[in-house]
């Protein structure tokens, strides 16, 4: 049986701060511990839900370092370190894998987005991956960057010894499923949209990297499970049960929505760094009855019961 390596469920997880802006190394520590409890396959630091373009480098550093004391060996630990250049991406890797990351998530480069070629975007990756000390995870996130890895793309840098998979944040199933179908067998496709994650399930994805994972673990490891399993009825059903939160602390309210969120089931959230603000009451008001709503029976027994 072909491993996959880093298939499963992750969570994407939020960087807290204090009330000065620095970052609170207190409520990491809470937050990670907490997790650690849960069945996810690991956790990744400094993704775009970690605000990971609002840290400068040795705060990012240092959120590493102190995420990792938490995270046992055998669970795995995967840090975004994507630059703008390819020099300073490859800098942050190799700090990273000093740090303990077991792997390293690397978006793509976009602030000079109209010349970032399939030529280019390919050899910018080739030189991340020669040079990690760790495998490398690509890392499309096409809704901040505005840059999208071709599959073709995809296809190529997926036969490099040292490139193991790839994070796609978007809701394009047509695009997962023609990587899934383009990459070797030992290639590993996580989905980063929670609302698509049954149907990207469905298109060969081997897990995700979802901060809806962050609240709802135990979930997302038994839809997965169920859609291996060819149970798809529960697996689609607690799909929809999901999706309304899946949307609130995705696309429709972001990072402020998923700290609020946080904050609500127990974690430390608090507030994202400027220029980002706090979810407002309403939004917030929203996201407490969705919680409340899942919260309220158990979720996984009454999906059990409509199994076929």
């Known amino acids: 049986m072909i491993q996959r390596p880093f298939a499963g469920i992750h969570t994407p997880i939020a960087t807290p701060f204090q009330h000065d802006g620095t970052v609170d190394e207190v409520a990491l520590r809470r937050n990670v511990a907490r997790w650690m409890q849960t069945p996810l ?15 400068d480098d040795s705060e ?27 020099r300073a991406t490859i800098q942050a ?30 050899r910018h990756y080739r ?28 296809a190529r840098l997926a036969e490099h010894p040292n490139i193991v998979g790839m994070k ?5 199933i047509g695009y997962i499923a023609d990587c899934v179908a383009r990459t070797p067998e030992a290639f590993t496709m996580l989905a980063g949209s929670a609302t698509t994650f049954f149907h990207a399930l469905c298109a060969g994805a081997d897990g995700g990297v979802l901060a809806l994972a962050s609240l709802f673990p135990g979930e997302l490891v038994r839809m997965r499970e169920w859609v291996a399993a060819g149970e798809l009825a529960p697996a689609r059903e607690l799909q929809n049960r999901l999706t309304p939160i899946a949307r609130s602390i995705g696309g429709t309210y972001g990072v402020a929505g998923l700290k609020a969120a946080l904050d609500l089931a127990g974690y430390v959230g608090g507030a ?14 929203i996201i407490r009855t969705q919680l409340a709503a899942l919260g309220a029976e158990s979720l996984l027994s009454s999906t059990a019961s409509s199994r076929p």
Do not use: C
């Open 41 to 55: 396959t690991g956790l990744v630091i400094l993704g775009s839900n970690g605000e990971a373009p609002q840290l």
């Open 60 to 86: 990012a550093d240092r959120v590493v370092a102190v995420a990792r004391e938490g995270v046992p060996r055998g669970r795995a630990f995967i840090v975004g370190t994507g630059r703008e250049s390819t």
């Open 93 to 122: 890797g190799k700090r990273a894998a000093e740090a303990g990351a077991d792997a390293v998530l690397v978006r793509t480069p976009a602030f000079f987005k109209s010349q970032m070629t399939a030529d280019v975007l390919d």
């Open 127 to 154: 030189e991340v991956a020669d040079a990690s000390p760790v495998p490398v995870l690509l890392y499309n996130v096409t809704m901040f960057t505005g840059v999208t890895l071709p599959v073709e793309s995809v």
């Open 168 to 172: 796609e944040s978007g809701s394009d």
């Open 272 to 285: 994202p760094r400027p220029p980002l603000r706090p979810a407002p009451p309403a939004v917030v008001d």
